[in-house]
């Protein structure tokens, strides 16, 4: 089956650094890929989709000079977590959909804790 | 608006049965998924439905009617290792996955 990963698994920053969390489509090609994060207790919140090779579309509410999001190639997709504060501490979770497949085949990675001191 | 609505927490014996209810408002229709999510790791991927009726995978079977806007997941034969959040989603009809706010299910012996 279609295989998600993430790295890191988990992280701890200082207040204030920059934070990037890896993204990648291991066995398959990924045009779309999806943040999400999770607060303790509560659902996945989407933060933005991101197309291979254009801007990442971002949800509501979500900053996009705090987060950016690269996805350069089909396999790889970043999430930067940018002058990182604690509020931002949660379990970040990347979703990826096949190029060829049928639309409603996403795939998770094993999500990110963050951490931020 | 868009709306999926869940039961907060269920609480069922080993070996019991349990059915986990999703009702749901959504612009536009592609389906619904059951994913599973243990504590502090990404969902899995349960079942999913887009015709009505019922879909049967092992001890794990799922139920959709999209005329009453509803779908359940039925546990069998629960197993301690059952203990989980089970969350609903829908994708509307730009093919985004519109959450449910999970399911927390606990298993007592």
């Known amino acids: 089956g279609a295989v998600v990963s993430q790295h890191p698994s988990w992280v701890i920053c200082k207040s204030g650094t920059s934070v990037k969390i890896e993204c990648r489509s291991l066995?398959?090609?990924?045009?779309?890929m999806f943040w999400y994060r999770q607060f303790p207790k509560q659902s996945l919140m989407l933060m933005a989709t991101?197309?291979?090779?254009?801007?990442?579309?971002?949800e509501q509410g979500v900053e996009k000079d705090k987060f950016l999001i690269n996805h350069a190639s089909l396999t790889l997709s970043t999430l930067t977590v940018t002058s990182a504060h604690p509020e931002d501490s949660s379990f970040y979770i990347c979703?990826?959909?096949?190029?060829?497949?049928?639309?409603?085949?996403?795939?998770f990675g094993p999500g990110t804790r963050l951490t931020v001191t | 608006g868009q709306n999926i609505d869940q039961p907060t927490e269920m609480t069922a014996t080993e070996g019991a049965i349990v059915q986990i209810n999703c009702t749901y408002q959504?612009?536009?229709?592609?389906?619904l998924f059951w994913y599973q999510q243990h504590a502090g790791e990404a969902p899995t991927f349960l079942s999913y439905?887009?015709l009505d009726g019922l879909e049967e995978k092992g001890r794990f079977s799922s139920f959709l009617s999209r005329s009453k806007g509803y779908s359940y997941l039925l546990l069998k034969e629960l197993q301690m290792k059952d203990s989980a959040s089970y969350l609903c989603?829908?994708?509307?009809?730009?093919?985004?996955?519109?959450w449910g706010a999970g399911t927390k299910l606990i298993i007592k012996p």
């Open positions: 989603a829908v994708m509307d009809s730009n093919y985004q996955l519109i």
């Open positions: 991101s197309n291979e090779g254009s801007k990442a579309t971002y």
């Open positions: 439905n887009v």
């Open positions: 979703s990826a959909r096949e190029v060829s497949g049928r639309a409603y085949e996403q795939y």
């Open positions: 066995d398959f090609q990924a045009t779309t």
């Open positions: 959504t612009s536009g229709f592609n389906g």
